[in-house]
């Protein structure tokens, strides 16, 4: 059910992937609200994902860019702003990488080339993209940035690894320029910290599934889907959340402010049956 709610916006999406990714159902939802934008990800991620489907579907066009890269950020934002002849409302950044993670290295042994490109890829490309946007005076006032994050930045997760340090690095960029964006052009930037979700990337992170298992049994109103994910970004690009900005805004069905929840315990109890 569309509730309009995006009638009339442009923005840009970045990190649609496939079907699976969070960002393509939240493209599929700012669409369906009324919203027109462009979408952008990696040449490679481009050659090997649907991102060109998916443009199709929202009749939109596709911006390719290595977010490593300044000039490929501002490449996007210029083209968009030429394609919309004029600013945009909302900027999502729904982008993670870590070699590390890929190699399966454990964070007592990382390897610093890789651990850059995760901080460069997954935090940096966000203060890259606020940074271009202010420049270019490309978002209108009361606009919003909206960037993924995850509980592991804040708390210690097995297996996450050095996308820990990335996220909270975001976390970090996202209150910094959301005070300077907010104080000059009245812009919002927030972060949104999802419930484990079982993306192309997320797939790759060790013990997915029990880490899925255990935070299902945790949170009160279980794991947030990507899709859930996506209807709470409009919420955030849309003119009902204007005073939200500077936040980390957790999206787990609670399961941020758990402690020990029953389900959970009673499996953990099992686990001692036969035992001495």
Same mark, same amino acid.
């Given at each position: ?10 923005? /840009? /999406?970045?990190? +649609? ?9 939240? +493209? ?8 027109? @934008? ?9 050659? @090997? ?15 390719? *860019? $290595?977010?490593?890269?300044? =000039? $490929? ?10 394609? @919309? ?9 729904? /982008? ?15 390897? %610093? ?6 901080? $460069?890829?997954? +935090? ?5 993209? #606020?940074?271009?946007? %202010?420049?270019?005076? +490309? ?12 509980? !592991? ?6 297996? %996450? ?6 996220? !909270?690095?975001?976390?970090?960029? *996202? ?5 300077? %964006? =907010? ?23 060790? =013990? ?12 009160? #109103? ?7 994910? !996506?209807?709470?970004?409009?919420? #955030? ?40």
């Amino acid at each position: 059910m569309a509730y309009h709610l995006l009638k009339g916006k442009k923005g /840009i /999406i970045f990190g +649609a992937l496939n079907n699976l990714s969070i960002a393509w159902k939240v +493209a599929e939802k700012a669409y369906e609200e009324g919203a027109e @934008f462009t979408l952008s990800n990696a040449p490679v991620a481009l050659r @090997f994902g649907e991102t060109e489907k998916l443009a199709e579907t929202c009749k939109t066009i596709v911006i390719p *860019a $290595d977010v490593s890269r300044l =000039g $490929d950020i501002e490449h996007v934002f210029e083209k968009t702003l030429e394609h @919309f002849d004029g600013k945009i409302d909302f900027v999502l950044h729904s /982008i993670g990488m870590s070699m590390n993670v890929r190699k399966k290295k454990l964070y007592s042994d990382l390897d %610093y080339n890789y651990f850059r490109q995760t901080l $460069d890829v997954s +935090a940096l490309s966000l203060h890259k993209m #606020l940074q271009t946007a %202010y420049k270019m005076d +490309a978002i209108n006032q009361w606009g919003s940035v909206v960037a993924l994050s995850y509980v !592991a930045a804040q708390r210690t997760l097995y297996g %996450y690894n050095d996308m820990a340090d990335a996220k !909270a690095l975001l976390e970090s960029i *996202a209150r910094s320029f959301g005070y300077i %964006y =907010g104080r000059e052009r009245n812009v919002r930037v927030n972060t949104v910290s999802q419930s484990p979700t079982r993306t192309t990337a997320g797939r790759g992170v060790k =013990g997915i599934d029990s880490l899925f298992d255990f935070t299902e049994r945790m949170s009160p #109103l279980g794991n947030a889907t990507a899709e859930e994910c !996506a209807n709470y970004c409009i919420t #955030l690009f849309s003119d009902l959340t204007r005073k939200v900005t500077m936040q980390n805004l957790f999206h787990d069905g609670g399961f941020s402010s758990m402690g020990m929840s029953l389900r959970a315990m009673t499996q953990y109890d099992k686990s001692f049956k036969g035992c001495d």
